[in-house]
């Protein structure tokens, strides 16, 4: 029974590094126009990374999904206000990773409870990708994981 236990040990510990990854990418059509983002959810630490990996590859990132309030007259005695949005595209975020020294990795990275990034076309209404993920980010020796590589080359690959 022990020799059952010692070799089924290493199989359990291997579950617990198994990807969680999910990529589903909802529109196959190339966006055109400017690479223009802005980024929605919390303002984790870890948020930045993904921001500077996209801003490295020429995106323009927009703190704030809406800016700037609109007043339109529709007719004689109906005037709509409503919220205009700095960007067409909104990179909604959502995750948890442990920002402390205990948690964090020694190389700087992050190990993610999970991370959900879904890029959304706020003309269209749609999801044009959803990623979800768990475990480590780059920076994390030995078990470095590539999560803001993964959101950032999403984003490029959307674009033409």
Known sequence: MKGVFF???PVFLLQGCV???TINVMSEEKLTGPKVIAMSGSRSAW???IEKRLKSSGFQIKRMVSQNSSVEKVSDTKTDIYKEASSQYVLLIDGYAPNNSMERCFGGGYRFDYINAELIDLEKNETIFHYSNSGYS?????MSGTIFGDIANLAESAWQ
């Open 19 to 21: 990807s969680t990854k």
């Open 138 to 142: 780059e920076n994390c020796p030995p």
């Open 7 to 9: 070799l089924l040990l």
């Open 47 to 49: 948020v930045y990374e």
